[in-house]
Nanobody
Framework: QVQLVESGGGLVQVGGSLRLSCAAS????????MGWFRQAPGKEREFVAT????????YYADFARGRFTISRDNAKNTVYLQMNSLTPEDTAVYYC???????????????WGQGTQVTVSS
């Protein structure tokens, strides 16, 4: 089992930044690829970014590339999502998730956090 706890969400103005954190615990939590997803009201959960165990392979959704940065600190069992130039369209609940292989498919993630709300006001 792997437990994931997100933090760092909140209310921010358009153009602002937030840094989300996801603390992992449990057996071999540092051996998983980690991803961030988001879900806006009335919409399906969508892929944001993912990073492999070593941090050497990263993928972003098109809307995230150039604005968001995923990173991880395996010594702290924590993965981060730095979000810049935020727009109201980024308003959503953001989830981190763990998987055995690097993938953008949410169905292949085995463990999920409870989510953290990000609200971007105009």
């Amino acid at each position: 089992q792997v437990q994931l706890v997100e933090s760092g969400g909140g209310l921010v103005q358009v153009g602002g930044s937030l840094r989300l954190s996801c603390a992992a615990s449990g057996r071999t939590s540092g051996t998983y690829a980690m991803g961030w997803f988001r879900q806006a009201p009335g919409k399906e959960r969508e892929f944001v970014a993912t990073i492999n165990r070593s941090g050497g392979s990263i993928y972003y959704a098109d809307f995230a590339r150039g604005r968001f940065t995923i990173s991880r600190d395996n010594a702290k069992n924590t993965v981060y999502l730095q979000m810049n130039s935020l727009t109201p369209e980024d308003t959503a609940v953001y989830y981190c998730a763990a998987t055995g292989i690097l993938t953008v498919r949410k169905g292949e993630y085995n463990y999920w956090g409870q989510g953290t709300q990000v609200t971007v006001s105009s």
